[in-house]
């Protein structure tokens, strides 16, 4: 009898254009590394719609479905001259443009009686020594706005709050952390377009039963 070993996923989200961007950068992004191996891992990388409801759907049906052992969101950050690694996401979603249902949301909850807000629980600074290391030009903010980027990280959090585990310290890293979610802000002028979903910002809820994840729009 053949035993074969778990693969584990990282699921690697991008966004659709909105607004005035014809082209979302993190749309190529998450469709280039789709079905690519990390190590044991395998990538599962989703484009998500640029909607208030519609993106906690969907990424509800892909934790499920992927069971994932890492999240990374991906988004637009206008304005931003390197890639942002989001270290908070804030229960509010306030809205400077309306989403592509023409919803514009004004100082509502992410997640109504949620806390006020999610750490990121991914090796930050690890993540962003290896990014400079590498000639990449980025930072970490604390600030992911308050559209979309925002919001689908405060709900990926909030969605494995109570299943988090440890993960091993990464050189140089001081200590271990949570396997949860991170956001990377694109510059406007990224690879690949102009925009990126998440205009200056972006991010989802979930179910019991899944392995906790790990995370920009």
Known sequence: MWQTRRVS????????????HSVNPTEGLAKAVDGRRVGDCAVVGVVLPVHHA??????GTLLAETNPAAILHLGLAG?????????????????????????RASGEPCVPGG???????LPMAAMLKALVDEGIPAYTSN???????????????????DLLHPLPAAPGDGGGHGSGAVEHGFPSDAPGGRDGAGSDRARWPGRPGLRAPSTST
């Not at 519609?54 to 990424?59: E, K, M, P």
Request: glycine share 8%; aromatic share 14%; hydrophobic share 40%.
């Open 9 to 20: 996923t990282i699921l690697v989200t991008g966004f659709e254009p909105f607004g005035a």
């Open 54 to 59: 519609d993106t906690a759907q969907q990424l």
């Open 79 to 103: 304005g931003r001259a390197r890639i942002a690694l989001e270290r908070v996401a804030l229960n509010v979603m306030d809205y400077e443009v309306p989403d592509n249902a023409g919803f």
């Open 115 to 121: 806390p006020t807000a999610y750490f990121s629980t």
């Open 143 to 161: 600030t992911a706005g308050t559209y979309l980027c925002n919001q689908t990280l405060y709900w990926t959090l909030h969605a494995v709050r």
